[in-house]
């Protein structure tokens, strides 16, 4: 059974910087894609960042410059470096792998910005 497991969200002041974590349990066979999305309050989920195929990533355009994805294939892990947090990144972010067969998401971790 695949649980994935965030962690690294809290509370920062607008400009901070926070690096969210993801490790996933157990197996997951040819990846497609993993990566990260939010929801804020009354939104609808929505991308932040995600690797596909291992090679090509893709930005929302409200984080691209601020936000930078990476992943480690032999810890199953995926990581959100997010730098000049605004107050509008608040939100519960989710990380996702999904290959062909199964789409797994984590439980969010909150991120708030605020003064």
């Known amino acids: 059974q695949v649980r994935l497991v965030e962690s690294g969200g809290g509370l920062v002041q607008p400009g901070g910087s926070l690096r969210l974590s993801c490790v996933a349990s157990g197996s997951i066979f040819s990846i497609n894609g993993l990566g990260w999305y939010r929801q804020a309050p009354g939104k609808q989920r929505e991308l932040v960042a995600v690797?596909?195929?291992?090679?090509?990533?893709d930005y929302a355009d409200s984080v691209k410059g601020r936000f930078t994805i990476s992943r480690d294939s032999a810890k199953s892990a995926v990581y959100l470096e997010m730098n000049n947090l605004k107050p509008e990144d608040t939100a519960v972010y989710y990380c996702?792998?999904?290959?062909?067969?199964?789409?797994?998401w984590g439980q969010g971790t909150q991120v708030t910005v605020s003064s």
């Open positions: 996702r792998f999904w290959n062909k067969w199964s789409d797994y």
């Open positions: 690797i596909i195929q291992g090679e090509r990533t």
